[in-house]
């Protein structure tokens, strides 16, 4: 067994040795240089984190801010959808009525309005009947909702 030598001694002492003269060879500025360096370089990637949150919380609050403002916005487009459909519809609904009152004869336009009349009448009665569900109610009330629906 002269002369055989264990891989695994043989590769951690050729290491050390190398290990040994890499250190020898090497200038104390180059360790200094190289020691400054990691702490630059880690205390610039701590810092800004700092400085994000800072400004993170500060971007959070804005984007509330601008959702709120987005979200009020975006009521006021549909508010105003909403109302200009309503107009719309009534509009078309009105035009609707007239065209069918030229259409219709004087004896038409006279049923029509006694028709309106006597349920205007019977919805009147209803609600006096039910005062307790209702509340206490005039004919000029009723009339008053239904000119908010009809026009």
Known sequence: MDGFVNSQTWEVSAWFESYEVLWDNTSYIFIISVVLS???AVATYWMPIGSQELHSSE???EDEDTKEEHKEKDLENRL???NHHVELKN?????????MENQMTAEQREAEREAQSQQLAAIFKMMQEQEEKFGKTSI???KDQMKLYCG
Do not use: G, P, Y
């Not at 609904?93 to 065209?99: D, F």
């Open 80 to 82: 105003l959808e909403e």
């Open 59 to 61: 971007t959070e609050v």
């Open 140 to 142: 000029d009330d009723i």
């Open 91 to 99: 509009a078309q609904r009105r035009a609707l009525e007239r065209s």
């Open 38 to 40: 990691l702490v630059i």
